[in-house]
C-alpha cells in the first residue's frame, strides 16, 4: 500500500449517459495522489469502446474488464485487490464528487486518526434538478445504522488495512450491498465519522436498481436473514422499521 493514495474504485453497468461528469469529478480532484480502477462489469463491446474513449489519455486510471457481468458489489471487491492505495474511495458510475471531495475528507481522516468517514450528499435527478439533501450525523455505529442506512456509498472513504483486518468486504446482492459491508464492519467495533458537508452527488434514475421498489424490499429482507443471521419474523420487523425510515427521509 502506498501512503496518502487514495484508490478510487468505480464499477461501470450502463451508465453511459453519465459516466463523462463522474469520471471527470475523480480525475478533476484537488487531491491529486489517486489512482482510479474501473471495473468494467458490461456485456456491451459498444460500451467499452466508450468507456476507453472517455478516459483515454488521462493519468492513473485502470480498467478491468468482467468475463460476465457479477454485479456492483463483487467488481468493487476486484477493485478493492487491485487497488495500492492507503484510503478506499468508492464512487458509482452515474454519481459525481465536488472537487475538494477527497482533499478534505483525507485531511479529516488524519487529523482525526480515524479508519472511515463519510459525508452528506445532494440528490440529483436525470435532468440535475436537485432533488433532496442528506446529511451526515457526527458518528455512526452498528445501533444507528441496524434500522436506517444513512450513509452514501459515493460518500464513503475507509483505511484498506482496516478493511482487510476486519475481513468484511462487499456481498453479491443486486441493491443494499453497501448496506451489508456498513453493517458488518460497524458490528465489528468500526465508527462511521460524519463530515457535516455535501461533498457527492447522487444521481437517481428512474431504471437503476437502488430505484426499484420490489428489489429493495427482497434484498432488505435478505441483509436481515442471511447475512446477519436473524429469524425470519425479526428480520421482517427491521425490513419494516427500515422501510419506515426510508419513507421518512423521501
Known amino acids: 500500500m502506498r501512503k ?142 441496524i434500522y436506517s442506512c444513512d450513509i452514501g456509498l459515493s460518500t464513503v472513504i475507509i483505511r484498506k488495512k482496516k478493511l482487510i483486518e476486519l475481513n468484511c468486504f462487499f456481498p453479491s446482492l443486486k441493491t443494499k450491498e453497501d448496506y451489508v459491508l456498513w453493517l458488518k464492519l460497524s458490528k465489528k467495533g468500526l465508527i462511521f465519522n460524519g463530515i457535516n458537508n455535501c461533498l457527492s452527488y447522487w444521481k437517481k434514475t428512474d431504471n437503476s436498481l437502488s430505484s426499484n421498489l420490489f428489489q429493495k424490499l427482497a434484498d432488505g429482507f435478505k441483509v436481515y436473514y442471511i447475512y446477519l443471521k436473524f429469524g425470519f419474523f425479526k428480520s421482517l420487523i427491521h425490513l419494516i422499521i427500515l422501510s419506515i425510515n426510508f419513507l421518512k427521509k423521501n
Do not use: C
Open 4 to 145: 496518502g493514495l487514495v484508490s478510487i474504485i468505480i464499477p461501470y453497468y450502463k451508465k453511459k449517459f453519465f459516466f463523462s461528469k463522474t469520471i471527470l469529478s475523480a480525475v478533476n480532484q484537488s487531491y491529486k495522489n489517486i489512482e482510479i480502477i474501473i471495473i468494467y462489469d458490461d456485456t456491451s463491446k459498444e460500451e467499452l469502446k466508450y468507456v476507453k474513449k472517455i478516459t483515454h489519455k488521462k493519468k492513473n486510471i485502470k480498467i478491468l474488464i468482467n468475463s460476465k457481468n457479477i454485479g456492483a458489489g463483487l467488481s468493487r471487491n476486484k477493485g478493492i485487490k487491485k487497488s495500492k492505495g492507503e484510503f478506499l474511495a468508492f464512487l458509482d458510475a452515474d454519481d459525481i464528487w465536488k472537487r475538494n471531495k477527497l482533499k478534505e475528507q483525507i485531511k479529516f481522516m488524519n487529523s482525526n486518526k480515524i479508519d472511515a468517514s463519510y459525508t452528506g450528499y445532494k440528490i440529483l435527478d436525470e435532468e440535475n434538478n436537485n432533488t433532496g439533501v442528506r446529511v451526515s450525523k457526527k458518528k455512526i455505529s452498528y445501533k444507528d445504522l
